[in-house]
């Protein structure tokens, strides 16, 4: 299967940076308090303001591995900064981006990394792409759902991603997408927990919904808590 090369990784990088997906946990909080007026935004590193939290955010980069022992700012990542038990007992909204939405599942074939286990199903690598990683902006199949409020039907996210979710029950697919032929799902969830395998935090002018649905997550989070 055709990969992309050095070169290109580092032109996508480039753009990234440019963009600011490499601060996607501080662009995740800019969006939600630019869309949802009164919303306060925190980036938390330790357990100590767990009980103050209205919803959660996970990690949007990396590998299921390396989110779970290096992503954090801590030596150690989500373990030494004690998060993972907090993540697997946390009752509140949960959002998880890209390999956040991954490590919801059990079991991801990237690294041969047991997961979080919030959701029954694993991860699988995408099979018959052209060309891997998928990046770039595709359309999105979503069904009815009040996360998509104010989403165009022709809405276009952001992805970059080599790997997916399979979760073992398919009502858990709110959205899908396709590339290269191949159906996969972009948006799970199950009860409280939501993962999107895009990146909303990613806007720009022509491409406004990523900003949209952080902004109705952060609504809706606030109704299941109040």
């Known amino acids: 299967m055709p990969v992309r090369t050095g070169e290109q990784l580092a032109e996508v990088a480039g753009r990234a940076a440019e963009h600011g ?4 946990i501080h662009a995740i909080g800019d969006a939600a308090v630019r869309t949802v007026l009164g919303q306060q935004v925190s980036v938390a590193a330790a357990t100590t303001v767990s009980g103050r939290l209205a919803a959660r955010c996970g990690p949007a980069a990396a590998t299921p591995h390396a989110s779970l022992d290096r992503l954090f700012p801590t030596p150690g990542g989500l373990a030494a900064a004690d998060l993972v038990a907090p993540l697997q007992h946390w009752s509140g909204p949960l959002l998880g981006i890209c390999v956040g939405l991954q490590l919801f599942f059990e079991h991801s074939e990237e690294d041969g990394t047991d997961a979080l286990g919030l959701m029954a199903g694993r991860v699988a690598r995408l099979q018959d792409a052209p060309l891997l990683p998928h990046i770039g902006w595709n359309d ?10 104010g989403v165009a039907t022709d ?26 032929g191949a159906s ?9 927990v939501v993962g999107t395998q895009f990146h ?3 806007w720009t002018g022509e491409h406004p919904d990523g900003r949209t649905l952080i902004g109705n997550f952060a609504t809706w989070a606030n109704l299941r808590v109040s």
């Not at 997906?21 to 996607?24: E, L, R, T, V, Y």
């Not at 970059?160 to 290269?180: G, N, W």
């Open 200 to 202: 909303p935090e990613y």
């Open 155 to 180: 809405a276009t996210f952001y992805f970059v991603h080599s790997y997916y979710a399979v979760p073992e029950d398919d009502t858990h697919v709110v959205a899908r997408t396709d590339y290269a």
């Open 184 to 192: 996969f799902p972009c948006i799970v969830q199950e009860g409280s």
């Open 140 to 149: 999105v199949n979503f069904k009815p759902d009040p996360l998509f409020a």
């Open 21 to 24: 997906i490499a601060s996607q």
